[in-house]
């Protein structure tokens, strides 16, 4: 009796709580409550299955005039161009012109100048070993921690492979952890798309299985041909070697490679298809011409992250944040991906398809942590790879 009696008292205290501030949660226009209720409506509203989480709760004028303000926000980015002109560097990647004895430390660091040069020498003086085969075999996996070593951003260096041209930060933020990746060499990115495209798509492993690639991630968005979770048909448009494989959308902006490997992003237009190298779609631009194009989370909430961008030293930029998992990872807005990419030097960015999508693999192996039940992602339309170095 009395257990009855204190779960009866628990139950009317929180319909009290829940009546009392339900109408401010819902109704109110205090900036604070205004600002976290809209986030939660854009969050919610930018997943396919859990749009209900905002009608269910909120009235619909609110929801609705919610997605209808984002939606004239994200309209209003239409209007830019993608220039190079102003940046000084070579339109491939290339090694320095050294003479007969170049100095392989002093190109080391020039090459991986995220790192502290001092801080780092002294990490190679402490593990001699890991210097055997010289600066351009270096290869140092601290994916167990084992090594203290950050960026000069304050980042964890997660893996560095000299001679893959690749380096990957450990990346967090206010609810969110990631990583990123950078590759050196911008001829080794290119868009790779699942064998069975337009029925079935493939899980981000499976594009080990011949090609053998470094690393990838995913990139389109996709619909599921009868609703069976299978990304058989991409969502916007897919390019590859100036063929294009997919279904553009005018509404999304065009994004890739084209064939002097710099990283373009514009209005998609039929005739710019044989340019590209390799491209797809999505939206919104993050950063244009050095500029941050998106504040707060620009209408899509917080949800799991991919961003793909390119530094002016032509690096590539490659951007996984975890999500949807509480207590380790919440996921980020656009404006935290465009901030991360900002701070490494990015050019030009863009938000490709996130959610439940997101995730990295190197070498064969998950190094984030899907919002995927099965920790392998979605089946995906295609993937971006980064291929091994071409070795002289």
């Known amino acids: 009796m009395k257990k009855l009696k204190l779960l009866i008292k628990f139950s009317i205290a929180m319909f009290t709580i829940i009546a009392i501030t339900y109408p401010i949660a819902a109704f109110s226009d205090i900036p604070f409550v205004k600002k976290y209720r809209d986030l939660y409506i854009e969050t919610a509203m930018t997943t396919n299955s859990h749009q209900w989480l905002a ?61 502290d040069t001092e801080d780092f020498r002294n990490f190679l003086k402490e593990n001699p070993d890991l210097l055997e085969n010289g600066y351009d075999k270096l290869f ?61 798509g493939t899980i981000l492993r499976d594009f080990y ?36 494989y997919g279904n553009p959308k005018s509404k999304y902006f065009l994004f890739g490679q084209k064939f002097d490997d710099k990283f373009y992003i514009e209005k998609y237009d039929e005739s710019l298809t044989k340019d590209y190298r390799w491209a797809a779609q999505f939206l919104p631009a993050l950063i244009i011409n050095g500029e941050k194009k998106v504040e707060g989370s620009f209408g899509f909430g917080i949800q799991p992250r991919t961003a793909i961008g390119q530094s002016t030293k032509g690096e590539m930029l490659l951007l996984i944040i975890d999500g949807r998992q509480v207590g380790y990872s919440i ?34 192996k998950n190094i984030t ?15 971006l790879v980064v291929d091994k170095a071409v070795k002289e």
């Open 55 to 115: 009608t269910a709760f909120l009235p619909e004028y609110i929801v609705n005039d919610v997605v209808e303000r984002n939606k004239k926000d994200q309209e209003s980015m239409q209007n830019f161009t993608v220039s190079w002109e102003n940046v000084s560097y070579a339109s491939t990647y290339e090694e320095p012109v050294v003479e007969e004895k170049p100095d392989y430390e002093a190109l080391f660091f020039e090459k991986y100048w995220e790192l």
């Open 140 to 200: 140092i996996n601290n994916s167990k921690h084992e090594y203290d070593i950050k960026s000069v951003f304050d980042e964890r260096i997660y893996l560095l492979d000299a001679e893959n041209n690749t380096i990957i930060f450990e990346v967090t933020g206010s609810g969110f952890v990631g990583k990123l990746a950078t590759i050196k060499d911008p001829s080794q990115v290119r868009l790779a798309k699942s064998k069975t495209l337009g029925s079935y």
């Open 209 to 244: 299985n011949d090609e053998e690639p470094v690393l990838a991630i995913n990139c389109s968005g996709f619909k599921d041909v009868e609703d069976k979770g299978n990304g058989g048909v991409v969502v916007g448009s897919l390019i590859i070697d100036g063929v294009e």
């Open 331 to 364: 996921g980020a807005t656009v404006s935290d991906e465009a901030d991360i990419m900002l701070k490494h030097d990015a050019y030009q960015a863009v938000n490709a398809d996130g959610g439940s999508s997101s995730l990295m693999w190197y070498d064969g």
């Open 369 to 383: 942590k899907p919002s995927s039940k099965n920790n392998l992602g979605r089946y995906l339309p295609d993937a």
